[in-house]
């Protein structure tokens, strides 16, 4: 009788031990997937009524991962609205030109303000422009409406070095502007036209969707910068506060519920197998982890990052003189 209890006893234990570590688990599973979903599955998981507060930071160029996730949003149903954050002094005039579409096929689903922060210039402005509503602090940097093109000219150095480089083209605008030849007459005004016709198309955007005239804005048709207050003044933005006050007036004019809660989404993560990426896995392989951070680091920092971008212009520097 005592050996016939003992392994009952022995084969209960055992039971329970197996119920015990399915239970442990499941719980490690649910955890990984709440620390894996972000933000904003969790919140549409839990059918909560959310404001989607989005960010536009460093220098803008076309983004898939972005834009996939504007479209994301305009087809989440527990999103009421959205608030994006910008702080960035703009990019590739192609690139505000896909973040504008994005945004506006977005505007026709969802409610959108824009709240700018230290700097909203040139192609950051041309998102701005796209939502409902701008919220710009008194001393943010926005404006500098305009198109450039740049290109650096290697002729003299190469006489120096002795260098010389031959091509064969098709035609005399081939590759014209180019950095190993001086600029000839011919591809200026291919430049020049191209400036000119990115430049109408910017306006074209600032007058129809601020309903202003360019020409009565002292500056603007000269690319010049505005501080929050002049920019309101001119209006070329609505209001001048920070995030409460955007959040306030999606809740107050655009009848966003009142518990709706902020909820961050971000893009997919970038892959890592552009042109900084491997410098930064190279780097960090000869040199030691620290230099392939430091090298992930300039990559991203907006003075060395806008030298590597190609086209046409609508970004703000400020002078170095």
């Given at each position: 009788m005592l050996e016939t209890?003992?392994?009952?006893?022995?084969?209960?234990?055992?039971?329970?031990?197996?119920?015990?570590?399915?239970?442990?688990?499941?719980?490690?599973?649910?955890?990984?997937?709440?620390?894996?979903?972000?933000?904003?599955?969790?919140?549409?998981?839990?059918?909560e009524?959310?404001?989607?507060?989005?960010?536009?930071?460093?220098?803008?160029?076309?983004?898939?991962?972005?834009?996939?996730?504007?479209?994301?949003?305009?087809?989440?149903?527990?999103?009421?609205?959205?608030?994006?954050?910008?702080?960035?002094?703009?990019?590739?005039?192609?690139?505000?030109?896909?973040?504008?579409?994005g945004l506006r096929a977005l505007g026709a689903k969802k409610p959108i303000v824009a709240q700018f922060g230290t700097v909203a210039a040139s192609a950051a402005y041309i998102?701005?422009?796209?939502?409902?509503?701008?919220?710009?602090?008194?001393?943010?940097?926005?404006?500098?409406?305009?198109?450039?093109?740049?290109?650096?000219?290697?002729?003299?150095?190469?006489?120096?070095?002795?260098?010389?480089?031959?091509?064969?083209?098709?035609?005399?605008?081939?590759?014209?502007?180019?950095?190993?030849?001086?600029?000839?007459?011919?591809?200026?005004?291919?430049?020049?036209?191209?400036?000119?016709d990115g430049f109408k198309w910017f306006v074209g955007l600032v007058e129809t969707r601020r309903g202003v005239k360019a020409a009565d804005i002292p500056g603007l048709l000269d690319g010049r910068i505005f501080s929050g207050r002049e920019a309101l003044q001119a209006k070329l933005v609505d209001q001048i506060g920070g995030e409460d006050e955007a959040v306030k007036w999606l809740k107050d004019e655009k009848n966003v519920p009142q518990n709706a809660k902020l909820v961050d989404w971000k893009p997919s993560a970038p892959n890592s197998y552009g042109f900084a990426?491997?410098?930064?896995?190279i780097a960090g392989f000869l040199l030691g982890s620290n230099a392939g951070e430091l090298v992930n680091f300039l990559s991203q920092e907006r003075s060395f990052s806008t030298l590597g971008l190609d086209g046409l212009l609508s970004v703000w520097h400020p002078s170095e003189k």
């Open positions: 209890e003992t392994v009952l006893d022995r084969r209960r234990l055992r039971r329970s031990v197996s119920l015990w570590r399915a239970a442990g688990l499941a719980a490690v599973l649910i955890a990984i997937g709440a620390l894996t979903l972000s933000g904003d599955k969790l919140a549409t998981l839990a059918g009524k959310q404001i989607a507060r989005i960010t536009i930071e460093g220098t803008i160029s076309e983004d898939r991962d972005q834009l996939k996730m504007l479209k994301d949003i305009a087809d989440d149903a527990s999103v009421s609205g959205v608030l994006m954050y910008v702080n960035s002094p703009g990019g590739t005039t192609t690139g505000g030109e896909a973040l504008y579409e998102a701005g422009i796209a939502t409902d509503h701008i919220v710009a602090r008194g001393n943010s940097i926005t404006g500098s409406v305009g198109v450039i093109v740049q290109w650096p000219e290697f002729v003299q150095l190469l006489d120096k070095v002795g260098v010389k480089v031959n091509e064969v083209k098709s035609g005399p605008l081939k590759a014209s502007p180019s950095p190993f030849e001086p600029l000839d007459e011919g591809g200026k005004q291919v430049a020049q036209g191209m400036v000119n990426g491997m410098s930064a896995h």
